[in-house]
């Protein structure tokens, strides 16, 4: 068995994989010429065993490498009555050592791929780094850190390359909003743009301009009209009513084209 | 210089967070645990914590941990200070008795928000 030229973590699983069907195969010997004690076979069933648990994580744990040494030596030791015996927990020994050799070269290999795995799209990263930089200087640094760290978490729970684009374009918009508490700009005029598309294709622009908690001002364009709105209340409130009206608006241009 | 609020607007994402940071005060929890634990959407709270943070009702750091070692940069953990936990406490039953009172006139409003 050679462990020559694995690079990748699925190359070093079917490596593993193939050793511990190695083993099963001498386990099947040594239960047809009944040679071994029920201690020894004990033994090498449960080093198979780890050798394909480890072949099957996603991480690569050495540790079982040394329990599998242990494991084959203390067969090799005991087998010294007979000489079949001996010989082949000598050939497991040998790709034992083999492995374990091998063990930190496939074992930054996996670490490599599953950092790859982890690691976010880069259009996510680009917006969580657009979205960074509308802060104060003195803040960037520090959400920086922050909100990548928390889209390394989404990426690593699996999430799509959507969702992943996703959460980085929440964090753009409502990146105004974090830039005018983390200046302490509360009373002064914070400006949310936002875009929302209607069921019939017709898109509609809300602009949302804030001074907060006293008095928020919209603009609606909706099939070539404008309307204003002054709404005395705060302003997710306001983003929240100014949504209805939107698709309201947009229910009635599909019903006029319908017509 | 920044100005420094007398109290935060106490809007329903606000209300959310904090009961979900008052669940356990203690215990220290990450950006995207808080919008687990609230049920907001991931992105949305930063805003959020920044107004805690700078009124103190809230405490951060970063997690301790070597980023070759964990494979993940570090986090960055908040948690109600004891003044905070207290001021939280404060505003839910505020919040909780002004919801009573718009239940009373408008009925069956109680439930749609779940602010119990």
Known sequence: MSLDGIRTRDEAKR?????????????????????????????????????????ESRVFWSTDFVLLSNLARKVHDT???????????????????????????????????AARQMRPVRSAERLTNASVRVLPADCRERYRAELRGELYDIAARGASRRAQVIYAARLIEHAWELRAELKGSRGRWSVKVGVTMGAGGGGSLLFLAGWPGVVDVAIVTCSGLSWLAFVVTSAERTER???????????GSKDDRDR | MPKQPTAPRMTLPTLLVLRALLEDPSREMYGLEICEAAGLPSGTIHPMLARFERLEWLESRWE????????????????????????????????????????????????GIGLA
Not at chain 1, 38 to 49: F, G, K, Y
Not at chain 1, 85 to 108: A, H, K, N, Q, W
Not at chain 1, 241 to 251: D, E, K, N, Q, Y
Not at chain 2, 79 to 102: C, E, F, I, V, Y
């Open chain 2, 64 to 111: 301790d941990v070597d980023p070759h070692e964990a494979g993940r940069p570090p986090r960055r953990y908040y948690r109600l200070s004891p003044d905070g936990a207290q001021r939280a406490r404060n505003a839910l039953t505020t919040a909780s008795a002004k919801r009573s009172a718009w239940s009373r006139l408008v009925p069956g409003l109680a439930d």
């Open chain 1, 15 to 55: 490596a593993l994989l193939k050793c511990g069907s190695d083993i099963d195969t001498y386990i099947a010997h040594f239960r047809a010429s009944k040679s071994p004690g029920p201690r020894d076979l004990e033994s090498l069933r449960t080093a198979s065993r780890v050798l394909r648990k480890t072949g």
């Open chain 1, 241 to 251: 009513v100014l949504s209805l009206i939107a698709s309201i608006f947009h229910r």
């Open chain 1, 79 to 113: 087998s010294a009555h007979n000489p079949y015996l001996t010989s082949v927990t000598g050939e497991i020994l040998d790709v034992v050592e083999y492995l374990e050799e091998s063990t930190p070269r496939i074992y930054r290999a996996t670490r490599r791929a």
